[in-house]
């Protein structure tokens, strides 16, 4: 067996037997491993704290080809707090079947790690707009994974875009006034300036200032509904958590 230590965040739990758990940890270089843990669930257990949902802790692992088993772990940072709220646990879910998701279809990187960690941050602490941050989020891990809409010019005349910009979920690019007369366009839908605005800033901006924008109601809306189509359609699957979150959040 091999022994090392490494830093992550439990993104899902399983239960099993009397007192064993299995863990799925986003480590700090974005990869996804399976570990077990025995012994964990029992009364007063000095491990347990640290192997629950949505905590970063520091694990030391024994590995036996892609097979890993917790020998020892020390919480670093938890988010226990988004428990207590039933909106905001389902979005955090969301945030972990979306990485999940992710880890099936693409391979992860670092950025991926900071970015759930800061949206938990975000939405554990409730001093942003949640229908922000979910937004937000989307996006940002669709254009860390590969998937980012081109917003940087007219997709079709290729030429900077002046005056009302229209946006395709499908074809994820912009397109102005003029080539959407020409073309047709039926999948293109006017973006505010608003909403436009926030998605470049949204794509460019540092990891640790992703939430730090606002939006009017209708701009906010708008790109809600846009960065949710867009992550569903390009990733081709629904989510539970968010058929949950949903009916929590209509």
């Known amino acids: 067996m091999q022994h090392q230590t490494i830093k992550g965040l439990v993104i899902r739990e399983t239960d099993f037997g009397e007192s064993n758990r299995y863990i799925t940890v986003l480590t700090e270089q974005g990869t996804k491993i399976e570990v077990l843990c025995h012994n964990v669930r029992i009364r007063n257990g000095r491990l347990s704290a640290a ?12 590995q ?25 646990y389902a979005l955090s879910c969301y ?5 999940m998701a992710m880890a099936e279809s693409s391979e992860l990187e670092p950025q991926t ?11 554990s602490e409730q001093k942003r707009n949640q229908k922000l941050v979910k937004a937000a989020f989307e996006l940002k891990i669709m254009a860390i994974c590969g998937f980012a809409p081109d917003l940087s010019a007219c ?14 979920v499908r074809e994820g ?13 039926k999948d293109f839908v006017a973006l505010s300036s608003g ?3 926030a998605m470049k800033y949204i794509l460019s901006c540092d990891m640790s200032k992703l939430f730090s924008f606002t939006l009017g109601t209708e701009s906010l809306n708008q790109l809600s509904i846009l960065c949710e189509q867009y992550t569903l359609y390009h990733l081709g ?3 539970s958590s968010l058929d949950f979150y949903r009916t929590l959040c209509p």
């Open 237 to 239: 699957r629904g989510f």
């Open 113 to 123: 790690t900071k970015l759930i960690l800061y949206a938990l941050r975000a939405v």
């Open 64 to 88: 036996k080809g892609d097979k890993y088993t917790l020998n020892d772990a020390t919480l670093i940072h938890s988010f226990w707090g988004v428990a207590q709220d039933m909106e905001i």
């Open 51 to 62: 192997v629950r949902l949505f905590c970063f802790s520091e694990f030391t692992l024994y």
């Open 95 to 99: 945030f972990s079947e979306c990485v």
């Open 195 to 197: 909403t436009y605005e």
């Open 173 to 185: 690019v912009v397109i102005d006034k003029d080539c959407k007369k020409r073309i047709g366009g």
């Open 155 to 168: 997709g079709a005349c290729l030429k900077p875009i002046n005056g009302q910009v229209y946006f395709s």
